[in-house]
């Protein structure tokens, strides 16, 4: 069975701090991973996608991300923290069919 | 380029009022389609998908129904809504080949008084 696993549900930076936000996934056969973000009351955006080739993956606003098999994680980065990057981020994997985490609160602390 | 749109944007219905929430693609053809609802504080749950015209699959049980009467146009229904229904709902779609990511409208929110 498929599942995606995000480790801790708000995650608390300082302004200019590294971000690290943790993906764990399971699939009996080669995934593909996303990140997406959401802000209050809007839809979910895009942020990267890994489907094959190189698996360090650059996304939108800085952020990056890197499919490690070894260890089922695809991880989500961002060097320096910015007060605009508070949001709920969600990880994904499809499949067959698309399976989402249940989201990180991302705050950003001035 | 394509576009999703959703409306309306925020709800306040009743309970035991019915509901109808429209999703339009635009710049694509055949787009799998896709219902999420999202509670507050909580990940996405998906209710339906489509993969055409009429080919309605429901994921969770429930007095919601879904119905695809154009290839680009994706709606969500009830009879009789119940507090339990209040929620942020989704609309995404994907493309039907080749193409893997989801892309989101922008929501509607719906408090069921």
């Known amino acids: 069975a498929q599942s995606v696993t995000q480790l801790g549900s708000h995650v608390s930076v300082s302004e200019g701090a590294l971000v690290l936000l943790r993906c764990n996934y399971s699939?009996?056969?080669?995934?593909?991973l996303f990140w997406y973000v959401q802000y209050p009351n809007q839809g979910l955006q895009l942020l990267l996608k890994?489907?094959?080739?190189?698996?360090l993956v650059k996304g939108i606003n800085g952020f990056e991300a890197e499919f490690k098999k070894s260890e089922t994680s695809f991880h989500l980065t961002k060097p320096s923290a910015h007060m605009s990057d508070a949001a709920e981020y969600f990880c994904a994997v499809k499949v067959s069919q698309f399976y989402f985490g249940t989201g990180t609160s991302l705050t950003v602390i001035p | 380029s394509q576009t999703i749109h959703q409306w309306p944007a925020t709800l306040v219905q009743p309970v035991g009022s019915p509901l109808s929430l429209e999703c339009t693609v635009e710049g694509t053809s055949n787009p799998n389609l896709y219902w999420y609802r999202q509670a507050a504080g909580r990940g996405l749950q998906l209710l339906f998908y489509?993969?055409?015209?009429?080919?309605i699959s429901s994921e969770v049980p429930q007095n919601l129904s879904a119905s695809r009467p154009q290839d680009r146009q994706f709606i969500l229904s009830s009879k009789k809504l119940l507090l339990s229904d209040s929620g942020f709902y989704l609309c995404?779609?994907?493309?039907?080949?080749?193409?893997?990511?989801?892309?989101f409208g922008p929501g509607t929110r719906l408090t069921v008084t």
């Open positions: 890994y489907t094959t080739g190189a698996t």
């Open positions: 489509s993969v055409g015209i009429g080919q």
């Open positions: 699939s009996s056969v080669p995934p593909y």
């Open positions: 995404a779609w994907s493309g039907d080949r080749g193409s893997y990511e989801q892309y």
